[in-house]
C-alpha cells in the first residue's frame, strides 16, 4: 500500500466530530455495528487493530458486513453530500446500500449493477439491471462510483462514457484495492479534485470520498 492511496487533503476525523455528524437523520445499521465495535479506538482503527488479538474476529466481521451492506461505510456527512450533489447516478451499485440513505435522506439516485458480483446477502434498494454503459444516458446526473472493482476497465469506461460536470469517488486510490491506474489517471487528467472527506475505514484499508468536477 503506497502513500498515494491517501487522499490529498486527507485529514484525520476526531471521534467527537464524527459523533455529532451522526445523529441518525437516517437510520444507518451499518455505520452502527461498526461503531459497535470499534468506538472506543475510532477513528484511529488502522493502527490500533491489525495486530490485535481481535483481528481475525474482526476480519470475519468485515466479510460478513461488506457482504451485507456495502464494501464502504457511510456517515450522515457522506450522504448528506450526495443529497446536495443530486441526482445521481450510481454504477455499481451491490447491495444498494448507499442508494437507499442518500433516497431515505432527500436525494434521487438510480442505481446500477450488472450483477457481475452476485454474492451479496443484503439487498436495500430496487437496482436497475444493467452495464456500465447507462451512465451515457445521464449526463444530468452526478456520478457515483463506490469501490468500482479492482483490475477492472470497468470504472474507466464509465468515466470515458459520462459527460456530466461531477463524480463522487469512494474507495482506494492510485496503487489501491479498486478500479485501474487508467481510471485515475483520467480522473486526474479531466477533473479538478473539489473536496475530500474520510469515511470510517476497517482495518487495513484507506478509502475516502473524494468530489470531482469537470475542467
Ligand atoms: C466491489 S463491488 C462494489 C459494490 C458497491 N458499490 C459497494 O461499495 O459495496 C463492484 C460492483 O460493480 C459491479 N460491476 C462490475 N462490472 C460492472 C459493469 N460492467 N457494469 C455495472 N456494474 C458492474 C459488480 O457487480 C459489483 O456489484
Redesign the pocket.
Known amino acids: 500500500m503506497n502513500d498515494n492511496t491517501f487522499p490529498r487533503n486527507w485529514k484525520n476525523p476526531t471521534k467527537e466530530s464524527e459523533d455529532s455528524k451522526n445523529g441518525s437523520e437516517v437510520m444507518n445499521e451499518y455505520f452502527e455495528q461498526f461503531m459497535s465495535e470499534f468506538g472506543e479506538e475510532y477513528p484511529d482503527t488502522f493502527s490500533s487493530n491489525f495486530d490485535s488479538e481481535n483481528y481475525r474476529r474482526r476480519f470475519m466481521l468485515r466479510d460478513e458486513l ?1 457482504m451485507k ?4 461505510i457511510p456517515t450522515d456527512e457522506v450522504i448528506q453530500k450526495l443529497v446536495e450533489m443530486s441526482p445521481i447516478i ?6 444498494g ?2 442508494a437507499k440513505l442518500i433516497t431515505e435522506a432527500g436525494g434521487d439516485v438510480i442505481a ?7 454474492d ?1 446477502t443484503g439487498k436495500w434498494f430496487e437496482v436497475r439491471d ?5 451512465v451515457s444516458n445521464h449526463p444530468d446526473r452526478t456520478l457515483f ?6 483490475e ?1 476497465d ?1 470504472a474507466f ?2 468515466l470515458k462514457l459520462y459527460k456530466g460536470k461531477t463524480v463522487v469517488y ?2 482506494e486510490g492510485h496503487g489501491g484495492c ?1 478500479a485501474t491506474d487508467e481510471f485515475f489517471d483520467y480522473l486526474e487528467e479531466n477533473f479538478v479534485e473539489q473536496k475530500g472527506i474520510t469515511i470510517p475505514r476497517w482495518p487495513g484499508i484507506h478509502d475516502y470520498m473524494e468530489i470531482w468536477t469537470r475542467k
Request: hydrophobic share 35%; with cysteine; net charge negative.
Open positions: 461488506i451492506y456495502a464494501f464502504a450510481e454504477i455499481g451499485a451491490g447491495t446500500y448507499w446500477v449493477d450488472n450483477g457481475e458480483r452476485d451479496w444493467g452495464t456500465y454503459e447507462e462510483l463506490c469501490w468500482p472493482p479492482y477492472s470497468m469506461e464509465t469512494v474507495g479498486c
